[in-house]
């Protein structure tokens, strides 16, 4: 299937809200499980859990000290792309219906699809990155210091980054609805760059802080982008007429 579908406009249909309630609820679920599931192997075998035993490539790329104040910068990079993913629709289409060369009703109808269609590629990055981890189980980047302290639960959720995945899952599914919607590539650039950006500065961030490995990052990056499309895909209209 080429690209090209995928700017055609984007629908909804009577399926988005078991597309939006199920990942949703598999998400809560596994949070309030994690004390269930999560088995602190570092404390329980701190022998196993040494820098030396880390990925050669993550090894590499491993801060010898937290950069200060990097999680927090982390945290504020990524408020700001769900800012920017979620406000950018409505501004654009507003913008497209003040210039009158939309509708108001169709501007009305292209926001609140397309927060709908950004909205579920988040949750269902959230939901595969909590099945993912629940199964990894892979430790944080500061619990090898000191493998015997570490029993929480979230000590051990390194891989995938949430923090990473959200942020791409916003950019790329921005991207997919502006490409269904606006000819303009300036604005779509504009916005997908900046939502981009900002994933992978705040990927930069979560490694310099210790709370996730390389790799964590790539991963994280590739899945958010894979059901940024296959959101995008599913949705696409096949009818031209419709745009």
């Known amino acids: 299937m080429k690209l090209s579908r995928l700017k055609f406009s984007q629908r909804l249909s009577k399926k988005d809200w078991l597309l939006t309630i199920i990942p949703l609820?598999?998400?809560l679920l596994l949070l309030e499980a994690r004390d269930l599931i999560y088995t602190p192997k570092c404390s329980n075998h701190p022998e196993t859990c040494q820098i030396k035993n880390i990925l050669p490539v993550d090894q590499f790329f491993y801060p010898k000290k937290v950069t200060p104040n990097a999680e927090k910068y982390s945290d504020i990079t990524q408020s700001i792309s769900g800012i920017i993913g979620f406000s950018a629709p409505i501004i654009i289409y507003s913008g497209l219906s003040i210039l009158k060369k939309i509708?108001?009703?169709?501007?009305?109808?292209?926001?609140?699809?397309?927060?709908?269609?950004?909205?579920?590629?988040?949750?269902?990055?959230?939901?595969?990155?909590?099945?993912?981890?629940?199964i990894v189980q892979r430790p944080r980047p500061y619990v090898y210091p000191n493998p015997k302290h570490h029993t929480n639960p979230s000590d051990y959720t390194s891989f995938y980054s949430g923090h990473s995945s959200f942020t791409m899952a916003i950019a790329f599914g921005l991207i997919f609805c502006l490409l269904g919607r606006i000819k303009s590539l300036s604005t779509i650039l504009f916005f997908g760059l900046t939502a981009t950006s900002l994933s992978v500065t705040t990927g930069i961030y979560r490694v310099l802080s210790h709370k996730h490995f390389f790799t964590d990052i790539l991963f994280a990056w590739l899945i958010a982008i894979?059901?940024?499309?296959?959101?995008?895909?599913?949705?696409r209209s096949k009818n031209m007429l419709d745009r």
Do not use: C, K, Y
């Open 103 to 134: 509708h108001p009703a169709v501007a009305l109808t292209w926001i609140a699809t397309d927060l709908l269609l950004i909205s579920q590629t988040v949750l269902w990055n959230s939901f595969s990155n909590e099945v993912i981890r629940s």
């Open 25 to 27: 609820i598999g998400a």
């Open 226 to 235: 894979i059901i940024a499309f296959f959101i995008a895909f599913i949705h």
